[in-house]
Antibody
Framework: QVQLQESGPGLVKPSETLSLTCTVS????????WNWIRQPPGKGLEWIGY???????TYNPSLKSRVTISVDTSRNQFSLKLISVTAADTAVYYC??????????????WGQGTLVTVSS | DIQMTQSPSYVSASVGDRVTITCRAS??????LAWYQQKPGKAPKLLIY???SLQTAVPSRFSGSGSGTDFTLTITGLQPEDFATYYC?????????FGQGTRLEIK
């Protein structure tokens, strides 16, 4: 059974960088697209972007200038960096797996989510 | 971006009822649509993909239909564990987008 687990600081200061890691267990990170999705408190879901196991990426244009997603296949992990954060970036951040063939796909495995609060 | 609009935003129903939730895309997306269930404090769970395919281990009381711009999620014979928020998601073009959610509550 594939499991995903997010880790990283729960509190980030405004203008600083949000950094999260997702560790994949129970399966290989190879051959799939690995995504970050966020959900502000009480609101809906926003797709941030994905990284393929090869390292190729695609980002949501609304965040593209601030986001970097990378993969470390040796550790079965992928990571999110979001620079210059503001209070609007406060959200539960989820990592999720999509399909094997196309980056545009459905999300069949999700992490439990981690709340990141942006505040001084 | 493709806008996904769900209706209603809120629905109240009783155990055993049949409920239908609608999702409309701002442009045609073929059958590239999924439905998710989210309970408070939990990650979304994939229920339906490709508009009408039931994800493994999801009860058969959940069903999906539609293509193009109009889609529905139907729950037949509501169970207590079905009270949650439901989201649709399009996978036709980047960026991936979700509906705003439909909250299903117990009457």
């Amino acid at each position: 059974q594939v499991q995903l687990q997010e880790s990283g600081p729960g509190l980030v200061k405004p203008s600083e960088t949000l950094s999260l890691t997702c560790t994949v267990s129970g399966g290989s990170i190879s051959s799939y697209f690995w995504n970050w999705i966020r959900q502000p408190p009480g609101k809906g879901l926003e797709w941030i972007g994905y990284v393929y196991y090869s390292g190729s990426t695609t980002y949501n244009p609304s965040l593209k200038s601030r986001v970097t997603i990378s993969v470390d296949t040796s550790r079965n992990q992928f990571s999110l960096k979001l620079i210059s954060v503001t209070a609007a970036d406060t959200a539960v951040y989820y990592c999720a797996r999509a399909g094997m063939v196309r980056g545009l796909d459905y999300f069949d495995y999700w992490g439990q989510g981690t709340l990141v609060t942006v505040s001084s | 971006d493709i806008q996904m609009t769900q209706s209603p935003s809120y629905v109240s129903a009783s155990v055993g009822d049949r409920v239908t939730i609608t999702c409309r895309a701002s442009q045609g997306i073929g059958s590239w649509l999924a439905w998710y269930q989210q309970k408070p404090g939990k990650a979304p769970k994939l229920l339906i993909y490709a508009a009408s395919s039931l994800q493994t281990a999801v009860p058969s009381r959940f069903s999906g239909s539609g293509s193009g711009t109009d889609f529905t999620l139907t729950i037949t014979g509501l169970q207590p564990e079905d009270f949650a928020t439901y989201y649709c998601q399009q996978a036709d073009s980047f960026p991936v987008t979700f509906g705003q959610g439909t909250r299903l509550e117990i009457k």
